[in-house]
Each structure stands twice: as structure tokens, then as C-alpha cells.
């Protein structure tokens, strides 16, 4: 007996974390062609489509070979959208809905996670979809607050949908979350999602493998990338750090995953929509939203990733300078990682202007804080890390067109 599931109002951020598990779980073909309904002939291929979307959550997102359900709940702790208190409250709409399996069995609290992980333990259990109504949390919403709030904000806070629907959403939601961390200015997440095209839930399941992959030149993931850039706190915005965060991991992914390797030339990364939330209030707040277009800057930037990489290989040692036992050593650390910044900026410039003046800027940066070391007597992981951040400048200015 076919049945169908409805997808959550175009003009909310649910409806494209839904689209990040049709991509994973790849049933595109079960997807209306209005993309507003997905149809599956019976209980048997949802059951199927849901036991996919969790082999991808352990063996991408989670990575824990444990077929424990109370070890993969603790394991996914980290990374998960937040819950929001504002409203009906987040945690009493997915325990209203039943999605508290997972919580009553490990004895923890509700969370994004839990909750996701006792939709797939219902739908396990009962053999197929789980039925009934309910809210749409928070996060779901937010378009609807940010851009439409009054009669819009109103209805969409009226609305019910589908238990099922509502646990594809959680699903996406631990796919599509790539990035999270507080500031001393408040906390924010950052989400890619399918832009519904084709090509988007064709390569969904790629692309998401790539944030998440730990490359062996880096030994890092996107948002471990991004936590270092960010964590420089020295003249360089949220933003930037972003971008050149995404550079670095995927260029070194790239390299690693043959796989991936043609998605640039035909610019797959622009299919995917990439929106940073300020989580740090009782409600999620759009800041931005944008298509990730980065595929022509990581063509041009192959074979040349070299100055990247040695930049972030750099921010590595801030960390440990500010660490240090002496003040000297904590000094310096600040110095190296306004330089470090300086250069992220500059870099940027120059991606965007080809100027060869930007590139003397990163460079006369960090020769200056290694001078300094130098004179100082100590640091020589720094200097040897500078000296290639500088041969590598070099080497892109002789090579820029």
C-alpha cells in the first residue's frame, strides 16, 4: 500500500535538512517532482530507506562501529543542532511525539541526537512508518521567524506535520550540521544543505562524507579546521575563517578522494546551500544563507594548496604558544596568530584580485614575527613551519597568471 510523507513548507529551514536525508539516504526517485511529498510503495521500502539513513549516520556522521544505541547517542553528543527552549519548548515536542526511546533506555536527556536515534529504533520496531502528528521544532522554523515573522510566524507555530516527517528532519539535521562553537561572542552552527536540484541529492552522500572525513595530510575535519582558524581571535571575521577553512579541508580531501575529484569542474559544490545560525539564544537566528561557491577557487588553488596548509600548520603552533610557561612564549603566540591572520585576509584578497601586493603583505607578516623568534632564541617548529609559509608564497606569486 503506497503512503506518502509531506515535506515541511518550502520557506523553512526543515525542508532542507529533510532534503539532506533524501540525498544520503538516496530515495530521490521517491520524491515528487514539486519536491513536496515523498511516496513509498509500502512499509517494507521505508523500512529499507530508514536502515540506510542509519548505516550512513554510523559509517559517515558518527563513525562508531558499536552497534550499541546508547554508545552511538553519546558518541554524537558533540556535534548536534541545538535544542531551543523558546515556544513549546523543543524537548517537550519530540517526547509529546514519542521520540524519547532512546533517552528512557540510556537514561539521558532528550536531545537533537536521541531524538533522531528513537525515530529510526521506532520505525525498526514497528516495521514501518511511525504515524501521528506533531510540531516542528525550533529550528525547523527559523526562515519563517527571520524573514517572516507576524502572520506567517503565526501559522508555521500552527502548523502539525507528520511524526515521520518530523524524524526525517532529524535525521538531515545530524548530516547537514557541519560546524559548531562557542565564542566569547555568543555561539553559532553552520549547516550545508541540498538545494533540492538533482544533482545536490545525487552527490549528497559524497559531499557529506567529505565534511567529515579526517584527510591524512591534516588528520582533521572541517570543523576542527575551522576551530583552530577561528580560534586566532585576532582581526579576521567569522566569515573568512569560514571560507578559508572550507579551502583548506577540501582541497586536502580532494587529494584523498579520487571520488570527489570531478566535482568542482562541474561546480557540484554549488548545489549545496551553506547557512550559518546564531544558536546562542532561546531562538536560532539566521545570520546568512548562501550557495557554496568555492568550486573555481579550489580548481585554481590545485597543486598550489601548499600555503594553506602551512598557514593552518601555523595556527597549530598558536596553540601552543599560548600554552607556553612564559610570557615571552604566550606573547609571541599572539603575534604569530595576527600575522596568521593577516595572511587569511590577504589570501582572500588575492584569490578574489590576483594582486601579487597581497601576497608581499602575508609574507613581510610573517617574516616579521620569525625574526622576532629568532632574536628570541627558541621556537624552532615555528620557524621551520614560517619558512615554508613563506617558500610557498614565493612560489605562488612566480606561479600566479
Keep these: 500500500m503506497v503512503f506518502e510523507i509531506k515535506l515541511m513548507p518550502k520557506h523553512t529551514l526543515g525542508f532542507y535538512l529533510q532534503l539532506a536525508s533524501v540525498g544520503v539516504g538516496e530515495f530521490a526517485k521517491n520524491l515528487a517532482t514539486d519536491l513536496s511529498t515523498l511516496y513509498f510503495k509500502d512499509n517494507d521500502e521505508y523500512v529499507r530507506a530508514i536502515e540506510k539513513l542509519e548505516s550512513a549516520l554510523r559509517g559517515i556522521r558518527i563513525q562508531v562501529e558499536d552497534s550499541n544505541v546508547c554508545k552511538i547517542a553519546e558518541s554524537c553528543e558533540g556535534?548536534?543542532?541545538?535544542?531551543?527552549?523558546?515556544?513549546?519548548?523543543?524537548?517537550?515536542i519530540l517526547e509529546e511525539a514519542g521520540l524519547n526511546i532512546v533517552p528512557k533506555r540510556c537514561g539521558m536527556e532528550v536531545s537533537w541526537c536521541s531524538a533522531a536515534l528513537s525515530y529510526i529504533e521506532g520505525v525498526k520496531e514497528k516495521r514501518g512508518p511511525i504515524g501521528g502528528k506533531a510540531s516542528i521544532v525550533m529550528l525547523a522554523r527559523t526562515f519563517a521567524f527571520g524573514k517572516l515573522r507576524g502572520p506567517m510566524g503565526e501559522l508555521v507555530r500552527e502548523i502539525k506535520v507528520q511524526i515521520d516527517s518530523l524524524g526525517l528532519m532529524l535525521i538531515g539535521g545530524l548530516f547537514s550540521l557541519v560546524a559548531s562553537m562557542k565564542m566569547k561572542d555568543g555561539r553559532f552552527e553552520l549547516y550545508m544543505l541540498p538545494d533540492g536540484s538533482p544533482e545536490s541529492l545525487k552527490v549528497s552522500n559524497l559531499v557529506y562524507k567529505a565534511f567529515f572525513y579526517r584527510t591524512k595530510k591534516l588528520g582533521a575535519s572541517?570543523?576542527?579546521?575551522?576551530?583552530?582558524?577561528?580560534?586566532?581571535?585576532?582581526?579576521?571575521?567569522?566569515?573568512?575563517?569560514?571560507?578559508?577553512?572550507?579551502?583548506?579541508?577540501?582541497?586536502?580531501?580532494?587529494?584523498?578522494?579520487?571520488?570527489?575529484?570531478?566535482?568542482p569542474k562541474r561546480e557540484g559544490f554549488e548545489r549545496f546551500l551553506l547557512a550559518k545560525i546564531d544558536s546562542s539564544s532561546k531562538r536560532p537566528q539566521l545570520t546568512w544563507m548562501s550557495p557554496l561557491t568555492i568550486s573555481s577557487t579550489l580548481t585554481a588553488l590545485k597543486g598550489r594548496e601548499e600555503l594553506l596548509e602551512n598557514l593552518w600548520n601555523l595556527v597549530r603552533v598558536v596553540k601552543e604558544l599560548r600554552k607556553g610557561k612564559t610570557k615571552e612564549q604566550r606573547d609571541?603566540?599572539?603575534?604569530?596568530?595576527?600575522?596568521?591572520?593577516?595572511?587569511?585576509?590577504?589570501m582572500t584578497l588575492f584569490m578574489w584580485t590576483r594582486s601579487g601586493d597581497h601576497l608581499l603583505e602575508c609574507s613581510r607578516s610573517i617574516s616579521a614575527v620569525i625574526d622576532g623568534a629568532f632574536k628570541l632564541g627558541f621556537e624552532p617548529r615555528m620557524a621551520i613551519a614560517g619558512q615554508r609559509v613563506l617558500k610557498s608564497i614565493k612560489e605562488l606569486a612566480e606561479r600566479r597568471p
Aim: overall charge negative.
Design 332 to 346: 609571541l603566540g599572539d603575534d604569530l596568530a595576527s600575522a596568521i591572520s593577516t595572511c587569511f585576509n590577504n
Design 222 to 263: 572541517f570543523e576542527e579546521v575551522l576551530r583552530d582558524i577561528v580560534g586566532l581571535e585576532r582581526g579576521l571575521s567569522v566569515d573568512l575563517a569560514t571560507l578559508n577553512s572550507l579551502l583548506i579541508h577540501l582541497s586536502s580531501v580532494l587529494s584523498e578522494m579520487p571520488a570527489l575529484a570531478g566535482l
Design 79 to 92: 556535534l548536534q543542532p541545538k535544542l531551543y527552549t523558546a515556544g513549546e519548548h523543543d524537548s517537550k
